[in-house]
Each structure stands twice: as C-alpha cells, then as structure tokens.
C-alpha cells in the first residue's frame, strides 16, 4: 500500500498553508451574522431595502488582500454568492439579484481577483449551492441546478484562471441528487486547476466525498491526520473558523478569539498537515473593521517569524515529549513547534502562563544533531543526544517578548 502523489495544484494549495476567509453581502449592513435573514424571518421587503442601499462604497479589494498577505496569509476565499441568493458578481443576465443592478454597480469579484493576482494570493471562490429565495430551490430542483451550474460557469469562464471553487450547502438536501458528477466536470473542463472543496458541515466533519474533490473540510473543528495510505487519490485537508462567533458580521458579538488561540489553531492544521482558513467579516459596505485590522497585525508577527518552515515544512516522523509540540521537515532541517513556554522573569514581576518544564526530547530522529537555537532570536540551545533521544532544554521567552508558539530550528550532522 502506498500514498498517492498530490497533483500539483493541490500541492501549491497545501503549500500556502494559511488563507483568509471573507464573508460579505447584503445581511452585512444588519450587523447580525450572515444567518440573520432565515433566523430572524426577515421579510424579502426589508431585504430589498439592503440591496437598494448597497453601494460597497468602502469596499477596497486591494487593501484586504494587502491585510491577508501582511497577515501571512497566501489564499483568500470571497463569498461570491452566500444562502440569501444575492451575487457579488455579474451574472450577465442569469437574476436581476446581482451586484450591477444595486447602486454599486461594479463587479467586486472581478476587482477581488485582480487584486489577489497583483500580490501573489490564490483566489478562491465560495458559492452557496443552498439558496433560500430562488422558487426553483424547493420546487424544481432540476431547473435551479441548471441554474446553480450557470452561475458557477460564469464564475469559471470571466475571472481567468481562478486557485478554486468553495461549496456550501450540499448538506441541506443531503438524499437529494445534485447531479454531481456533471457540475464538477463542467469546472475541471474549465478550470483544470481549480481546487474543487465542497464543505460537509459542522456534522460531517473531515468527511470525504465525490472523487472530484480536492479537499475534506473541518467547519470550527480541528482537523486530524488524513489517512491517505491505498487511496485512489490525494486530498488534503483544511480547517475554517471565524474570529468570534459569526461569519458575516455582528456589531455585538465580541466574543472574539484571541492571538494566542489563533496562532494555536494555525499549528495545529500545519501539525497535521492541513490549512487553516481564518474568516473576516466585512461591515456593511465592504469595510474591514479596527479589530479585525489589530488581530491580522498580531498573527502577521508570528507568522513573519515563522515563515521559513510554516508553509514548505512537511509532517514528519520526529516525536516530540509534549504532546502540542510537533516537528516541520525543510531542506533536511527539523523545526519544532514548542507550545506553552513562560515568560522569564523574578516571579514577584512576571504572571507566568501555566507552563511546561523546560526539558524537552525528541525522539524518532535516525541522525546525529548539530545543533538547536530558537528562530526569533538565534539563541542556541544546549542539548545532549543518547542513541535516537535527544533532550534538550526549552527556555521561556525572554522579558519583553512572548511569541506563544515558539520555533526552534534542529540542524543534523
């Protein structure tokens, strides 16, 4: 039995390891979660009101994927179209339901892309396949298919060559057949490239799907190695999570996570070999909150001082003594991932985190180590090595830093 090779844009895809999720559309200028329309019974009236009133005035594509990439992020995904039906794209002529006949008029996924383009960050395209106003979604299911494959095709056919595609919905018609088979191969036929995911919900977590699919999802979840061994094909992984407790945008939910809970997150989908889709909510016409702008500005830090093993690192066989801890491969390097460390400092100064003891091993390492030293500072770490042990002592951060997670680069003789 053996693992099967990734094609190569899935490859590329796992290799950017860290992206930015945006939600956005006409619930946004309610400030009350991306649900807000089925849960609250909005009526279509007070619906229209939004999409008269939609302007995306302070939406600025190339400000955001400049905030994703500053943030370490290499892949954004747009919610072109979301549950409520309306579309941030032209449909040339497919619903009147669409960006150009609000008083935006303009083609944000198209500025979306373009942007992404300019900075070297894959585009990806989320579209809803669940669709609460179209007649056709609970009354003709065969005709808004055609209608679902059209809008999809559009997106296919006018944006160039596009890094994937982002279903959501399926799982609202689980027994239904959604004729699969030939939605996919209209996309691989147009974009041959394109990572196709179609996420399995907050039940069916890490649940692989049509052979088409590139990627198993983990909605607020924490994904867990792939068992690739005898499979047909390689697919990866990735974790999506929101920022506090919504998708779009809710003016009082300030249950936000915190840095340390991020960057922790982000580890944990590298330490398994996964992505990490970190999700944004726009307010109300295309804007990105002072929040949101301070946390991307604190994960950027971590992520600037990690970058030489976060993205190109490989899950390896190295063992670490603690169970957090986990080992990147690069360039015959090991890089370890070294989690809850304190702050140094006489204890009547500094409130030490719960800690760890400082000595730590490795084990599983079939190679003799040269040496040990942090990345954040280049200190070198004293370690002793006994047959394939080798231990070594993991010191706190210094006064005046505190990186969370802390990266140690292991180079072998």
Not at 77 to 85: A, E, F, I, Q
Not at 320 to 346: I, M, Q, R, T
Not at 347 to 359: G, W
Request: hydrophobic letters at 35%; proline letters at 3%; aromatic letters at 12%.
């Amino acid at each position: 039995m053996s693992i099967p090779v990734p094609a190569k844009y899935i490859a590329d895809f796992e290799k950017r390891g860290f992206g930015m999720f945006i939600h956005w559309g006409l619930y946004s200028q309610l400030a009350q979660g991306e649900w807000t329309m089925n849960l609250h019974h909005i009526s279509q009236e007070k619906y229209n009101e939004l999409f008269n009133n939609f302007t995306a005035e302070d939406f600025d594509a190339k400000k955001i994927v400049a905030l994703a990439k500053q943030a370490g992020m290499k892949y954004v995904t747009l919610t072109t179209r979301h549950h409520d039906g309306f579309s941030l794209y032209d449909t040339r002529g497919l619903t009147d339901y669409d960006v150009m006949h609000t008083p935006c008029d303009r083609d944000l996924v198209k500025e979306f892309v373009e942007a992404c383009r300019e900075e070297d960050i894959l585009p990806i395209l989320y579209h809803t396949t669940l669709d609460w106003v179209h007649p056709d979604f609970d009354n003709d299911f065969d005709a808004y298919l055609e209608y679902l494959s059209k809008s999809v095709e559009i997106l296919c056919t006018h944006y160039g060559k596009i890094g994937g595609l982002w279903f959501d919905g399926n799982w609202s018609k689980r027994d239904a057949d959604w004729k699969l088979d030939e939605f996919y191969g209209m996309i691989r036929r147009l974009q041959p490239d394109a990572m196709i995911i179609n996420n399995t919900g907050l039940s069916r977590q890490g649940e692989a799907g049509h052979p088409e699919l590139d990627s198993v999802t983990f909605e607020q979840g924490q994904a867990t190695p792939m068992d690739r061994e005898g499979k047909a094909k390689y697919i990866t992984a990735e974790m999506c999570q929101t920022m506090n407790r919504h998708w779009g945008i809710a003016a009082h939910d300030l249950d936000y996570k915190s840095p340390r809970q991020m960057i922790e997150r982000l580890c944990h989908a590298r330490k398994v070999g996964a992505n990490y889709l970190l999700n944004i909510g726009l307010t109300g016409q295309g804007g990105v909150t002072k929040m949101t702008e301070a946390l991307l500005e604190v994960i950027g830090q971590w992520t600037a001082m990690a970058k030489d093993s976060l993205y190109d690192g490989k899950v390896c066989d190295i063992r670490c003594s603690h169970e957090k801890d986990f080992v990147l491969e690069k360039d015959g390097a090991a890089y370890v991932y070294v989690h809850d460390l304190p702050l140094l400092g006489p204890k009547d100064v500094v409130a030490a985190y719960e800690s760890t003891d400082e000595d730590h091993s490795l084990s599983n390492l079939h190679r003799k180590v040269k040496s040990i030293r942090w990345i954040d500072n280049g200190e070198e770490l004293l370690f002793s090595q006994t047959e394939d042990v080798c231990s070594y002592r993991a010191v706190g951060f210094p006064y005046g830093s505190h990186w969370i997670v802390r990266v140690a680069k292991v180079e072998f003789e």
